[in-house]
């Protein structure tokens, strides 16, 4: 079935303070049109400038994650791209009267309420997705940081958390489907140690701070008298130590609390590629420096995959570089084994050959009988013949090697090949040939449409040096 596009059906706003900041902010959701994605607009500046949430608009991650864009800046948005993620909405406007958003009690749970209320509605465009197709791994051992994507057709988030204190040691929280996000991580509060409290109140911080929007882990003895400070400075009537280590004004929703506010954090953050995620993400010590450079790396292969992506146009007309008794001067194969009619284009670093899938190839008399389909093996046989060709042709005696697979990775099969196909292959180097190896991503087309995709590397040998 196919997926739509979600927006909210009317406004809403929620009212609050920023934590950094102090100020009352008024934050309102709106629908927007199919294809718009996220956007915050400044109402209390002068034409209200506009600052998309995308990853290259990050800025700071000290203290929440700030993004800014034409000298505008909008603070800690994490919390609220949670919440807007975590519902599957994927057009929204987001009108804002300060530079930072609320913190209300340092959870999703308010946005996530608001825009319920507000109505989550289908729209008719498609929905569009990152599709993770290879393991991406962000890592910083020093910190003993890891968060890896694995390519899968849905999604899911796992993460452990480890402060090596007694308070607050190793946790784990996982999030099967984003359709749990309401009930299981929304309403997971942001966590401080005391120390660390201490330090934001004395640089004048967390203007906007109290005991009501944090939980507050104690990691050493704490005095009655300093117990009686933090009591006066929040304005509370007592404060004293729980037993699990964290002060009393709050309860935990969840023994794992913590480490499911960190997944929180973690599913803001990745809001910020503006499209929801088709992979399985494990995360180890994450924070939002973390986040943020992980989701650069996703970026990244998107960026790869878009350049390789996009349909070239082959002229199929036109004289070929290499008809097929000139590709039996350079390849070793012959039929049955040869599965590359021409060789469209050339160059040192690319090479384009064609297949034309007949009826009468001999494997389609089992593969199948009454449905026949090119087998995929063979599809990656006649890709790597194509590469072939290139590889051979740095040589000056081609006749005289054979290829030899070392590698074959990532290999994908989008669409089914038939007789009557006719199969384009586009390979390109990864690395410049060196020593005779040749590493190279494959893509094949029928038409418009990406059937297969690869990456390979093979070598060539001379024939009396095989054995």
Do not use: W
């Not at 079935?1 to 609050?16: A, D, L, N, P, Y």
């Not at 999604?155 to 480890?162: E, G, L, P, T, Y």
């Not at 090596?164 to 749990?180: F, G």
């Amino acid at each position: 079935m196919q997926e739509r596009q979600k927006t909210i059906k009317s406004s809403v706003t929620v009212s609050g303070i920023g934590l950094h900041t102090g100020k009352t902010v008024n934050l309102t959701f709106k629908p927007a049109p199919e294809n718009h994605g996220y956007e915050f607009i400044r109402t209390d500046l002068k034409d209200t400038p506009a600052v998309i949430p995308f990853i290259d608009n990050v800025i700071d991650t000290s203290r929440g994650t700030t993004i800014k864009q034409n000298g505008i800046y909008i603070y800690t948005v994490e919390h609220v791209l949670a919440a807007v993620a975590g519902l599957e909405i994927d057009n929204l406007i987001m009108e804002i009267d300060q530079s930072e958003l609320p913190i209300m009690d340092g959870s999703s749970k308010y946005f996530v309420d608001a825009l319920l209320k507000a109505g989550i509605v289908e729209q008719q465009a498609e929905k569009k997705y990152i599709e993770i197709n290879s393991n991406i791994t962000y890592s910083d051992p020093k910190n003993k940081i890891e968060i890896t994507a694995i390519p899968s057709q849905n999604f899911s988030v796992s993460v452990m958390i480890n402060f090596e204190t007694k308070v607050l040691n190793s946790q784990n929280a996982a999030l099967e489907s984003i359709k749990d996000f309401k009930g299981e991580i929304a309403n997971c509060r942001t966590f401080v140690f005391l120390h660390e409290l201490e330090f934001l109140l004395k640089n004048n911080l967390i203007k906007g701070g109290d005991l009501s929007n944090a939980i507050v882990f104690v990691n050493r003895v704490i005095s009655q008298k300093e117990l009686n400070r933090l009591a006066k400075l929040f304005n509370k009537p007592t404060v004293r130590v729980l037993k699990e280590g964290i002060l009393n004004n709050l309860e935990l929703h969840f023994p794992n609390e913590p480490a499911k506010h960190k997944l929180l954090d973690l599913i803001g953050d990745l809001a910020l590629l503006g499209k929801p995620i088709k992979g399985n993400i494990v995360a180890k010590r994450p924070g939002h420096y973390s986040n943020v450079q992980f989701a650069k790396l996703i970026k990244q292969q998107i960026n790869n995959n878009n350049k390789m992506n996009k349909i070239p146009h082959f002229d199929l007309s036109k004289k070929p570089l290499y008809d097929i008794n000139q590709i039996k001067k350079i390849l070793p194969h012959r039929p049955p084994f040869l599965f590359i009619d021409k060789i469209l284009e050339m160059n040192d670093t690319s090479v384009v050959g064609v297949k034309n899938v007949t009826m009468n190839e001999y494997f389609f008399t089992g593969h199948f009988p009454d449905e026949p389909v090119f087998p995929g093996v063979i599809q990656i046989e006649a890709m790597a013949q194509t590469g072939g060709i290139l590889i051979l042709s740095s040589v000056p005696d081609p006749e005289n090697y054979i290829t030899l697979f070392l590698k074959i990775d990532q290999v994908k099969f989008r669409h089914k090949v038939v007789p009557g196909d006719t199969m384009v292959f586009n390979l390109k180097l990864i690395s410049p040939i060196r020593r005779g190896i040749c590493h190279m991503k494959g893509i094949a087309y029928v038409g418009n449409k990406i059937v297969m995709e690869s990456e390979m590397m093979a070598s060539i040998v001379k024939k009396n040096k095989q054995k």
